[in-house]
């Protein structure tokens, strides 16, 4: 008779039990550190020369071929003419995404402001009183 197949870790020693945890998951004693919440309020970041590009491809695309319903294909389409088109014909597009990133940092700017000012200048004024320090009223009974 034949034994089977398939051969179960038990009898293994436990650093090779080890061995095969971090094979399968990496380091098993790191920790994955979890992600900030995105703000909603936050501008939103701007898109680069070759997005801008696709924006307007995508309109012609549709007016040249207006059956095609497939995403992938205007994706693939305007990929190879992004790569066939020369430096000076992308010089608008990503002249036109410089804009929008300017635009955004300063919409990012004022952001920050509003969402730190607003806390900080608060505190600035309050700055020079201890906030541990009790204030009795005349004619307390708990004055020391």
């Known amino acids: ?7 179960s870790i038990a009898h293994k020693k436990p650093e090779a039990q080890l061995q095969v945890a971090k094979k399968r998951n990496g380091n ?11 703000d909603s309020g936050a501008p939103k970041r701007p898109a680069g020369a070759f997005f801008v590009f696709m924006e307007e491809f995508r309109k012609t695309y549709k007016e040249n071929f207006p059956d ?10 305007g990929g190879e003419k992004w790569k066939s088109m020369t430096d000076s014909e992308k010089a608008p597009y990503f002249a036109k995404a410089a804009n929008r990133k300017a635009e955004y940092e300063k919409a990012l700017e004022s952001y920050n402001q509003k969402a730190n000012g607003a806390g900080e200048g608060a ?13 009795y009223e005349e004619g307390d009974e708990n004055e020391p």
Request: net charge positive; charged share 40%.
């Open 1 to 7: 008779m034949r034994k089977p197949a398939f051969t």
């Open 68 to 77: 095609n319903k497939s995403i992938s294909a205007v994706g693939k389409a």
């Open 28 to 38: 098993p004693n790191v920790v994955k550190e979890k992600s900030k919440k995105k």
């Open 123 to 135: 505190k600035e004024d309050d700055s020079d009183r201890s906030t541990s320090e009790v204030h």
